[in-house]
């Protein structure tokens, strides 16, 4: 008989109180167990002492006759220091899934393609400024030749 250390859900609806409970694995979540062995109010904060409620040592004796917790009671275990549990990592749970991806990789494009943009009108604004004064000095040179022209006979008259 194969046994586990698991939450057995008690409590009202959107009310949960759990009992830690060794049972055999094949007996439902509610169901059947050998022994109540602590108690879990997730509604409690979580510095409560009462949040979790454990005999450790009747964990530690189920754990010695092969019964396996679930990995919440584990990590209970785990802080009142009754099993050594290892860390877990998965290195993709925090990364973006495909569609996220794709909307990323299309507002790089689109701000890169703006930047290039702007920086094309920039160059060409640059280059209109630089062609510009270039202009102006010959027709400035010109008008100069006009008013002088215009001068000219009213200083004679």
């Known amino acids: 008989m194969s046994l586990s250390i698991r939450l057995s ?8 109180y759990y009992r830690v409970v060794v049972a ?7 169901g059947r167990f050998i022994e109540k062995i602590g108690t879990y109010n997730p509604l409690l904060a979580k510095d409560s002492p009462e949040r979790i409620k454990l005999d ?3 964990a530690a004796h189920w754990l010695k ?5 679930t990995d919440r ?3 209970f275990l785990d802080v009142l220091g009754v099993k050594e549990r ?4 998965n290195p993709n749970k925090g990364k973006p899934g495909e569609k996220a991806t794709e909307r990323a990789e299309e507002r790089a494009e689109k701000l890169k393609a703006a930047e290039e943009a702007a920086a094309e009108a920039a160059a060409q604004a640059a280059a209109a400024a630089a062609a510009a004064p270039v202009a102006e000095e010959p027709a400035a040179e010109a ?3 006009e008013a002088a022209t215009e001068e000219a006979p009213a200083a004679d008259a």
């Open 143 to 145: 008008e100069a030749t």
């Open 24 to 30: 055999d694995a094949r007996s439902p979540r509610d």
């Open 73 to 75: 009671v584990a990590r």
């Open 86 to 89: 290892a860390a877990r990592n």
């Open 9 to 16: 859900r008690g409590g009202s609806k959107k009310r949960p």
């Open 65 to 69: 006759m092969g019964a396996q917790p």
């Open 56 to 58: 450790t040592e009747r």
